[in-house]
């Protein structure tokens, strides 16, 4: 039958509660301390007819214990707060109230007469008793507390080992008590450190089942989305295709209300295959299905194209843009549709976000690598919307979304293409001043002549 208080293996495994129930059975345990003290100390003062020194250990001895009780009823508020640092100032207030009520033990012994070594020894196994009941849950604790009861009963062992007559049958009594204390130390720690162990592999376990079936759930649905590219455009195109054909005969005969209709029609296919586009590009590149085709790529080309694109978006908002190039009269070793999709994603966020302002277009190579640079006189950003600008599906701030629209996916999309690329995209920005994109790729010259200039693709960005 065990001494230690019976806890289910979640308390016990929890330091706060472990804590918490120790300075309770501390401050608990206060009535019965005054007892005992007073009861040792009245049994010093009969058997060795002193009284000022039991009466003077009893004070001090029982001040320690209404300080012991105070930290005890301080820790139990507190504990939660900072469990490590509570259980410091336990243990220190703990041990000094143990070596305090120890130090009366050797009195006992040698001056309380022939029943003192007995009543000295019986105190003692009381203590540890009581140590090993309340605090063997702590490691630390258990051996702080049970230190000055062992070296109380140490002392007079160590005296009589030299004295004529050798150990008297208390002695070795006690002397047992003291091995079966250390041996009790030494199980209760290979035990604390055999729960440790299993804690943390249990949650090691734990932890790494719940990231493995987060990545099963993110993979199914990323490799989800890339196989459903051909069933999600062709239904969408056909209707955006119809559309047009229906815009064009309904303008052939004069029809101006139909051709608005239809007009309307092809102008919200074109937007919704925008946004299936973002997202199936999005779940390509996480689910590891878009592959890096490096052509010969004419990158000046692939800059004014993309500006003539969106030179109509840029005037609807009252912007113009500027566009320079320097040093790009080589072709160079690049995924054409990838360049596009980063100049266009950057260039089309700029002309969003900026009203009635100028959006600058630079490029240049030296040598090894290509650098695009587009900034904006816009609304800009402050540092905590900077820090969530490339998260799928987030914007710099919501309100964005509702007064500029879009979906928060063209950037996170620009940043994943040119890190698979290689290179990266860098942002400056502050509030109503504007924001700058730096778009940087390794491009070494290619060999050959350049590709065509992939066609428009219609990419939303953020």
């Known amino acids: 039958m065990s001494l230690a208080p019976s806890v289910t293996p979640a308390e016990e495994l929890d330091p706060h509660a472990t804590l918490i129930e120790v300075a309770e059975g501390r401050r608990r345990s206060l009535p019965l301390r005054f007892a005992l003290g ?11 007819g002193q009284v000022w ?47 305090i009520w120890a130090s009366l033990y050797p009195v006992l012994w040698f001056f309380a007469g022939p029943a003192g070594p007995a009543a000295a020894l019986l105190a003692g196994a009381g203590s540890i008793l009581h140590v090993f ?50 041996v009790g130390h030494l199980g209760e720690s290979f035990r604390q450190h055999r729960l440790m162990t299993q804690r943390l592999e249990t949650a090691r376990a734990e932890a790494e089942a719940r990231r493995l079936q987060a990545e099963r759930a993110d ?63 999005l779940s390509k590149v996480e ?9 010969a790529v004419d990158v000046a080309a692939t800059l004014r194209d993309c500006v003539a694109t969106l030179e109509p978006m840029a ?16 072709a160079l070793a690049l995924d054409a549709l990838m360049l596009r999709q980063c100049v266009f994603n950057l260039v089309s966020n700029a002309c969003k976000f900026t009203r009635d302002g100028q959006i600058f277009v630079s490029a240049r190579h030296d040598g090894s690598t290509v650098t695009v640079a587009v900034s904006d006189s816009g609304i800009g950003m402050t540092p905590e919307q900077l820090e969530r600008l490339f998260q799928p599906f987030m914007q710099a701030d919501p309100s964005t979304t509702r007064t500029y629209g879009g979906t928060g996916l063209g950037l996170a999309i620009t940043r994943k293409l040119a890190r698979l690329l290689g290179g990266d995209v860098e942002v400056e920005s502050r509030p109503g001043e504007g924001s700058a994109f730096t778009l940087t790729l390794p491009a070494p010259i290619a060999v050959g002549e350049p ?10 960005a953020a």
């Not at 009893?58 to 507190?78: K, W």
């Not at 590709?451 to 939303?460: Q, W």
């Open 38 to 48: 007073l009861l040792l100390a009245g049994f010093s003062i009969a058997m060795s």
């Open 287 to 295: 689910a590891g299905r878009m592959d890096v085709h490096l052509t």
């Open 133 to 182: 009941v309340l605090s063997v849950r702590i490691p630390r604790l258990f051996f702080v507390m049970s230190a000055p009861y062992v070296a109380a009963l140490l002392t007079p062992l160590a005296i009589e080992l030299f004295m004529p007559g050798g150990l008297s049958l208390v002695s070795l009594a006690a002397l047992t008590l003291i091995v079966a204390v250390f």
């Open 219 to 281: 993979q199914a649905k990323t490799e989800f989305l890339a196989t459903m590219s051909h069933e999600l455009r062709t239904p969408l195109n056909a209707v955006i295709g119809f559309s047009e054909l229906l815009e064009e005969e309904m303008t052939a005969n004069g029809n101006d209300l139909a051709t608005h209709d239809a007009r309307r029609i092809r102008t919200a296919g074109r937007h919704l295959l925008q946004l299936i586009n973002a997202v199936l590009d």
């Open 53 to 99: 020194a039991p009466a003077a250990w009893f004070v001090v001895a029982m001040t320690a214990q209404l300080v012991d009780a105070q930290v005890s009823a301080h820790i139990i508020r507190a504990a939660r707060e900072d469990v490590a640092k509570s259980e410091r100032i336990l243990i220190a207030s703990c041990a000094a109230s143990a070596w």
């Open 315 to 330: 005037r609807e908002n009252g912007n113009r843009i500027a566009l320079q190039i320097d040093g790009l009269e080589d």
């Open 451 to 460: 590709a065509a200039s992939p066609l428009p693709r219609g990419r939303a």
